[in-house]
């Protein structure tokens, strides 16, 4: 099994930064395509970015150029820094690890943009 940890999220201004960090533990934890996702108040959860093992990344149009996904293998570690917030960017976030068939979810973290 694999369990995911996000710690990082708070409250910011807008213009601000913030940097989530999720910790991946178990047995696949290295071989994970790791992402991270949010979820608005009446929205549906959508995909922010992700990054393969191989460190390849993709990003929503609505992060690009903000947002930058990073992972740290030694650490198991997914890290998303998060640039120029908006109060559009409120929203809880979650870490995703995808291996084979399997999906893992973490538990979120609140990220509230306001002044």
């Known amino acids: 099994q694999v369990q995911l940890v996000e710690s990082g999220g708070g409250l910011v201004q807008p213009g601000g930064s913030l940097t989530l960090s999720c910790a991946a533990s178990?047995?696949?934890?290295?071989?994970?395509?790791m992402s991270w996702y949010r979820q608005a108040p009446d929205n549906q959860r959508e995909l922010v970015a992700v990054?393969?093992?191989?460190?390849?990344?993709n990003y929503a149009d609505s992060v690009k150029g903000r947002f930058t996904i990073s992972r740290d293998k030694s650490q198991n570690t997914v890290v998303l820094q998060m640039n120029s917030l908006n109060p559009e960017d409120t929203a809880v976030y979650y870490c995703?690890?995808?291996?084979?068939?399997?999906?893992?979810w973490g538990q979120g973290t609140q990220v509230t943009v306001s002044s």
């Open positions: 990054i393969t093992p191989g460190g390849i990344t």
């Open positions: 178990g047995r696949f934890a290295r071989v994970l395509t």
């Open positions: 995703r690890g995808d291996y084979s068939y399997s999906t893992y």
